[in-house]
């Protein structure tokens, strides 16, 4: 078993083997810290819808072979549902993030123990503000939102650990929280997109990288960018954002629709919700 107890990823479209979850039982809107939850903050979130909603999205990924791992969900974590957030797998080591908001604290730890009992090797970036959501691997290029909660100086400190990756930083707005909600890339040539947010420059240059599948602004408020591919071309979309589905079926993607609308309500959907512990390389 012990062959198994190792984390590898080395894109964001490789076949997804095991990733992290966390169902949503205690997810509230404490602070609004983006702008889907002040939408929704007088609403609220249906915590048993999200709970049912989240079940459905496990059983499919463990229908499509995926190991899904679920941490103990913890009443002082109400955002715990965004596992992405506390660590990045880049190659064969996990990066345990430093959350930046205070809400967030701690969330690390849950993540820090399962790893420690599985005895997958992590380095702790303690000190630095970077969170998942920012980083999207490629092969030897690593892309990196410069947001509210990824600094360049963390950015700086990924460069000196991974010497031998090109790491790209985007700087974007700060109406969305990372960079996945903005930018996601779904194969070796095609990404999403949603247009305006990221600076000028940096669009010409991911426009030279890939075929940017443009988001319509409704369906970004449904964040239809934040998609999970699983590989094979394969990839989990929200039924809503019928636009990016109708263009990634287009370009020959297997979508499969879940409805996880009362988890969005916190500002993140599939790619937030998991964290990707091995892909395997190849297709």
């Known amino acids: 078993m012990s062959g198994q107890n190792k984390a590898e ?129 490629d092969g030897k290029t690593i892309y990196v939102g410069v947001s509210n909660r990824t600094f360049e100086e963390a950015i700086e400190h990924l460069r000196s650990l991974l010497p031998e990756y090109e790491i790209i930083s985007i700087p974007f707005t700060d109406t969305y929280l990372h960079l996945d909600c903005v930018f996601n890339i779904i194969s070796p040539e095609e990404a999403l997109i949603f247009p305006g947010e990221i600076h000028g420059e940096k669009v010409k240059m991911l426009e030279s990288r890939y075929d940017l599948i443009r988001v319509s602004e409704d369906e970004q408020f449904t964040l239809g960018t934040n998609v999970l591919s699983i590989g094979n071309k394969k990839v989990f979309s929200l039924p809503v954002n019928k636009n990016v589905n109708k263009e990634l079926r287009a370009r020959g993607f297997e979508v499969m629709e879940v409805d996880i609308t009362e988890i969005i309500k916190s500002g993140g959907a599939f790619r937030c919700c998991t964290m990707p512990v091995r892909r395997s390389r190849g297709k």
């Open 9 to 137: 990823c080395f894109s964001e479209y490789d076949k997804l083997e095991q990733v992290v979850l966390c169902e949503p039982q205690y997810m509230t809107i404490l602070d609004t810290i983006n702008e889907t939850q002040k939408h929704f903050k007088k609403e609220g979130i249906n915590i048993d819808r999200a709970m049912k909603q989240h079940r459905h999205f496990v059983s499919a990924l463990k229908e499509n072979g995926v190991d899904v791992v679920l941490l103990p969900p913890l009443e002082k974590y109400p955002e715990q549902v965004f596992t992405r957030d506390i660590g990045l797998t880049l190659g064969k080591k996990v990066y345990v993030a430093e959350m930046a908001a205070d809400i967030r604290q701690g969330e690390e730890n849950v993540l820090k123990q399962w790893l420690e009992q599985q005895q997958i090797p992590f380095y702790n970036l303690t000190g630095d503000r970077i969170e998942g959501g920012d980083v999207l691997i």
